[in-house]
């Protein structure tokens, strides 16, 4: 079901049929649920969104074989940015705190000792985003920030930056493998207990974070660091 592709014609309510990880996606460009029968287009008009961004980039998040090289030509890397930003702010304000209170709930279930081991792989994994997230907001995004506005500007004098897109590049590591041993401890591990749909809750949350992280970081890789790579040859 991944392998369509997404156009303005389609409904936007049938993206969400097709594919139920375009529900976290939409609010990202501020669209929410109440979609009647519009269409992609139609609602991007309404919202202020130019179509082409967020077909690019529903195509990417939901499609690991869509290759967007000829489309970032013309991408408003402020725009990008700001999706990017808005997903941080979504990983960090609402996901993470649910997650945490899903864990409390579960651990007020199950009587086991290996809970302490559970909390434990669950601040480690949690600690791992932040920091990952953290690099990107506080070094990664302000230097494309920075580029892209000193190439509006037309004077390019990026002096006293010592940063480039390659260094994220190398760094843009794999964060979802710390997740494996909390999802074993869960899977395999853990006694039945009194309440299982919160263990299977908690499970789905957690293996639809490690997604949308993985959808996320393909946007990174595959949008945002070849435009990035082509304001660079800009300016070099
Ligand atoms: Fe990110």
Not at 12 to 33: Q, S, T, Y
Not at 66 to 79: H, I, T
Request: hydrophobic share 40%; aromatic share 10%; charged share 30%.
């Amino acid at each position: 079901m991944n392998d369509i592709i997404i156009s303005g014609k389609m409904k936007m309510a049938d993206i969400i049929n097709h594919d139920k990880r375009a529900l976290v996606l939409m609010p990202r460009f501020g669209i929410e649920l109440g979609l009647g029968d519009q269409t992609v287009k139609e609602i991007c008009t309404e919202k202020g969104i130019h179509t082409d961004f967020f077909l690019l980039m529903v195509n990417v998040f939901l499609n690991p074989n869509y290759f967007p090289d000829r489309k970032l030509k013309n991408l408003d890397v402020d725009m990008l940015l700001l999706y990017l930003d808005n997903s941080h702010k979504y990983y960090l304000e609402e996901k993470i705190p649910y997650l945490e209170n899903l864990l409390e709930e579960f651990k007020n279930t199950v009587e086991h000792p290996a809970t302490g081991q559970l909390e434990k792989f669950f601040r480690q994994y949690i600690e791992e985003v932040k920091d990952h997230l953290a690099y990107e907001d506080h070094t990664a995004f302000p230097y494309v920030a920075a580029l892209s506005e000193q190439i509006k500007k037309k004077q390019v004098d990026l002096s006293g930056i010592d940063y480039n897109i390659g260094l994220f590049e190398e760094r843009h590591d794999n964060i979802e493998e710390k997740l494996s041993d909390l999802k074993s401890l869960l899977i395999k591990y853990f006694p039945p207990s009194n309440d299982r749909y919160i263990r299977i809750r908690l499970l789905n949350e957690l293996m639809d974070f490690e997604e949308d992280l993985i959808n996320h970081a393909r946007i990174e890789d595959k949008v945002l660091i070849p435009i990035v790579e082509q304001l660079e040859q800009k300016i070099s």
